[in-house]
C-alpha cells in the first residue's frame, strides 16, 4: 500500500521556523520527483517547492526562496522541509506529492502549518 504520511506542522509565531517531514512508503521513493504542495485557508493548491529522484534538482515558489529548504534521504524514504522566517502568508495545509509519470501520482494527508502571533 502507498503511504506519503506527513509530520512536523503546528503552531509557530512568525519569525520562526519549522521542519516538514514526509515518510513514504508502498513504492520505490527514490525513483520519484517529489514535491511539496500548500493550501492556505479559502484558497487552490499552490506548489511552493519541487526536488528530482537523486536531489540534484531543486526549485522553489519565488515567495518562499531563501526562507525553505526541500531535501531527501533516499535512504530513509523521507522528504523534508525547512521553513524559516516564516510568516501569517505561510499559514496552510502542506501536503507532500510523489511523481512518477501520470498513473503514479500520489498524496498525502496533509499537515497543518499556523503562523500566528
Not at 520505490?28 to 517529489?34: D, K, P, Q
Not at 504542495?37 to 519565488?62: F, M, N
Amino acid at each position: 500500500e502507498v503511504q506519503l504520511v506527513e509530520s512536523g506542522g503546528g503552531l509557530v509565531q512568525p519569525g520562526g521556523s519549522l521542519r516538514l517531514s514526509c515518510a513514504a512508503s508502498g513504492f520505490t521513493f527514490s525513483n520519484y520527483f517529489m514535491r511539496w504542495v500548500r493550501q492556505a485557508p479559502g484558497k487552490g493548491l499552490e506548489w511552493v517547492s519541487s526536488i528530482s529522484s537523486g536531489s540534484g534538482s531543486t526549485a522553489y515558489v519565488d515567495h518562499v526562496k531563501g526562507r525553505f529548504t526541500i531535501s531527501r534521504d533516499n535512504a530513509k524514504n523521507t522528504l523534508y522541509l525547512q521553513m524559516n522566517s516564516l510568516n501569517v502568508e505561510d499559514t496552510a495545509v502542506y501536503y507532500c506529492e510523489a511523481v512518477a509519470g501520470p498513473s503514479y501520482d500520489y498524496w498525502g494527508q496533509g499537515t497543518q502549518v499556523t503562523v500566528s502571533s
